[in-house]
């Protein structure tokens, strides 16, 4: 019989199973909550659950881990991980507002939903070689459940409060897996990060803005935007050939319409755009949007010829849309010193393979 991954199940999904082995209702809600929320890694961790009913679970359930094989600590508290899959393929994904000192009690990993990206943004490290497979359910929570496993080891009260979506892939195109996987995250029993905590990040997969909105309307968006003209967008990023920026903002209109949630705007600088035209047309496109422009340095990719504009520069741009009554942050880097951005440690990794 079909083996079945197990931290993708959902409650209902387990009882079934339960049921069709045997074994008691009860059994499958201590076990979803040992992976879910006691975040183990071995059926032998399960200490209520005996060990023949452990075996005969084994016989349906499939417990894949992420295998860690790098961790990299910033000052700042940012961590980021290098995680290798049951088949060899690598993921990234990074845990950050992570430090021990800290009085602050926000924790957000950066999720990863796909194994590199069909859409190939030309400042992007995740997209240079295509797709190479969309992420389960299970290896989409499981990045969750095992960066909790391990800063648990030093931290047993640790807790993630928030997650994006916004590690290596688009997440609307493996949209199924990611709302499944946002729903065991979700849960009461799991390890219950509220869903307005969660944000999808997406290049502007239009028809699944619109389902998104739909399906889950709790669950918050950002749009990475990076410049307001289609001959430039579509340079920089190819999915703006399918859908332009005009089906893009009518889409944002329909999401905030449905959802009544404000949409973030991601806006990436470069030595290039950080001009006085291109805030003056972002804020035009902008206008009437229910949204937030979030701006960020680019982080240089080699081979991109990307530079990052210098402080003063940012917060001109920042100004110029403040002045046009368009809602800005400026937001610090995080992570700098050990290379945080989506794609760019697994690039490295596979370069000292070579
Ligand atoms: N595919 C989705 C989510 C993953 S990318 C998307 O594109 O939105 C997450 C974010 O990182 C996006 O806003 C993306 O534009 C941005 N990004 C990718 N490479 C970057 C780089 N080199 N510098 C700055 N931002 C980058
Ligand atoms: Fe894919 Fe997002 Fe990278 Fe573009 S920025 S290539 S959509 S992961």
Same mark, same amino acid.
């Given at each position: ?40 890694? %071995? ?34 508290? %940012? ?115 509220g869903m307005r905590r969660m944000t999808i ?13 739909k399906d889950n309307p ?37 999401? %905030? ?12 600088? %470069? ?84």
């Amino acid at each position: 019989m079909e083996s079945i991954e197990l931290r993708g199940c959902l409650e209902d999904e387990l009882i079934q199973i339960c049921q069709e082995l045997g074994l008691k209702r009860f059994r499958a809600t201590q076990l979803f909550q040992w992976v879910q929320q006691k975040a183990v890694r %071995t059926w032998a961790e399960m200490k209520n659950i005996g060990d023949r009913d452990r075996q005969t679970m084994c016989s349906r359930l499939r417990f894949d881990v992420l295998e860690k094989v790098r961790e990299q600590r910033s000052q700042d508290g %940012t961590r980021k991980y290098l995680f290798r899959l049951f088949d060899g393929e690598m993921i990234e994904c990074v845990l950050m507002d992570y430090a021990r000192t800290s009085s602050r009690d926000r924790h957000t990993v950066c999720v990863s939903t796909q194994v590199g990206c069909a859409v190939g943004c030309a400042f992007c490290a995740t997209g240079v070689d295509g797709l190479r497979r969309n992420l389960s359910v299970g290896e989409i929570v499981g990045q969750v459940l095992d960066i909790t496993h391990y800063v648990r080891q030093e931290d047993p009260d640790f807790q993630v409060t928030n997650l994006v979506f916004m590690g290596m892939g688009e997440p609307l195109l493996n949209y199924d897996q990611v709302l499944q996987a946002i729903q065991l995250l979700n849960h009461g029993q799991g390890l219950n990060i509220g869903m307005r905590r969660m944000t999808i990040s997406t290049c502007g997969v239009v028809p699944k803005i619109i389902q998104l909105a739909k399906d889950n309307p709790q669950v918050g968006l950002a749009v990475s935007l990076h410049a307001a003209k289609d001959e430039v967008r579509n340079d920089l990023i190819p999915m703006n050939r399918r859908y332009p920026l005009m089906q893009l903002m009518e889409a944002c209109h329909v999401y %905030t319409q449905i959802t009544h949630r404000r949409i973030t705007f991601e806006v990436a600088l %470069t030595t290039e755009n950080a001009k006085k035209e291109e805030a003056e047309a972002l804020a035009r496109l902008l206008k009437g949007q229910f949204g937030h422009v979030n701006l960020i340095p680019i982080n240089p990719v080699a081979g991109t010829g990307m530079e990052r504009p210098n402080p003063e520069l940012m917060r001109r741009f920042a100004q110029e849309l403040e002045d046009a009554g368009i809602s800005v942050s400026l937001r610090e880097e995080r992570g700098g010193d050990i290379d945080a951005a989506c794609g760019q440690l697994r690039r490295q990794w596979e370069g000292e393979l070579l």
